[in-house]
Nanobody, 127 residues
Framework: VQLQASGGGLVQAGSSLRLSCAAS????????MGWFRQAPGSEREFVATISWSGGSTYYADSVKGRFAISRDNAKNTLYLQMNSLKPEDTAVYYC?????????????????????WGQGTLVTVSS
């Protein structure tokens, strides 16, 4: 699976931005998807994840209530709607995919659980 993230940019604090991640696969709905981010000098951290159908989501506490993850399986695309952006949201954002085995969605929140990664898109939030 190849993932292509886009939509990053420079915005002011309080603004909104929507990231997209296009997947090159005919079986997009077989993958659990996630967003991670990495700020300069920091480890890559979990942001959000979404189940195969999009019916279940899970967020990091730092973005809960401000960010929304969604997917369109017909378009093989993952989204991250980011509202009320803060300077501390500045980072390179990565989309990721995992073939999560099992019928129940257990949110994968660590890097090691993801099999495929996009190239990242930079989000810069100015104060």
């Amino acid at each position: 699976v190849q993932l292509q993230a886009s939509g990053g940019g420079l915005v002011q604090a309080g603004s909104s931005l929507r990231l997209s991640c296009a997947a090159s696969t005919r079986t997009f709905d077989m993958y659990v998807m996630g967003w991670f981010r990495q700020a300069p000098g920091s480890e890559r951290e979990f942001v959000a994840t979404i189940s195969w159908s999009g019916g279940s989501t899970y967020y990091a506490d730092s973005v809960k209530g401000r960010f929304a993850i969604s997917r369109d399986n017909a378009k093989n695309t993952l989204y991250l709607q980011m509202n009320s952006l803060k300077p501390e949201d500045t980072a390179v954002y990565y989309c990721a995919a995992t073939v999560l085995v099992g019928s129940q969605f257990v949110p994968p929140t660590t890097r090691e659980k993801y099999d495929y990664w996009g190239q990242g898109t930079l989000v810069t939030v100015s104060s």
